[in-house]
């Protein structure tokens, strides 16, 4: 063969095709979902190379909180449960002893009154209806015990009941 020939063929075959797609360390990621949370672009840095790198754009110091605010929950209400002649109980039990509180006055009244107890069993609180993070925080602090703000509505419908401020049990023995 021709070594003239041979050379350009040989060019044609090592070189890349036209339409191949660059490198990927050139290509910026595409972003398929983005649910929030903590950056992963510093965990792939190390595998950049230094001409392909952008400046990083705006990369919080820590993830901003999700808009919690107002929580509410639907299904129940401050007030008293019913004198039953069969004690309520949550089949299983939590494991855990859990409160659930919303930012009315008796739901204040009763955690003062039972704070004492609840830090003793080592309960966990959810606040089930408050409008804003100060009426969470005023909530919390007037009582120093861990407390959540979410809606209760589905941990409310499982234990049958409809009312707070409510105490269940590590074994699923509910109580205000």
Not at 36 to 53: M, N
Request: proline share 14%; hydrophobic share 45%; aromatic share 6%.
């Amino acid at each position: 063969m021709n070594p003239i020939r041979f050379i350009p063929m040989l060019a044609v075959l090592f070189a890349p095709p036209s339409w191949s797609a660059a490198p990927l360390a050139s290509r910026p990621p595409t972003v398929i979902h983005d649910a929030g949370g903590v950056p992963l672009a510093p965990y792939f840095e190390p595998f950049a190379d230094d001409a392909a790198r952008e400046p990083a754009r705006y990369i919080p110091a820590q993830p901003q909180p999700p808009q919690l605010f107002p929580v509410v929950s639907i299904r129940a209400g401050p007030g008293r449960l019913l004198q039953n002649p069969m004690p309520s109980k949550l089949p299983g039990g939590p494991g855990q002893s859990i409160f659930i509180v919303g930012d009315d006055p008796a739901s204040l009244d009763w955690l003062q009154r039972n704070a004492d107890a609840l830090r003793r069993m080592g309960a966990r609180g959810i606040v089930a209806s408050v409008g804003t993070p100060e009426g969470f925080l005023r909530l919390r602090t007037s009582v120093d015990l861990h407390m959540v703000p979410m809606s209760a509505d589905a941990l409310l419908e499982a234990a049958g009941i409809h009312v707070w401020p409510v105490l269940i049990g590590a074994d699923g023995a509910i109580s205000q």
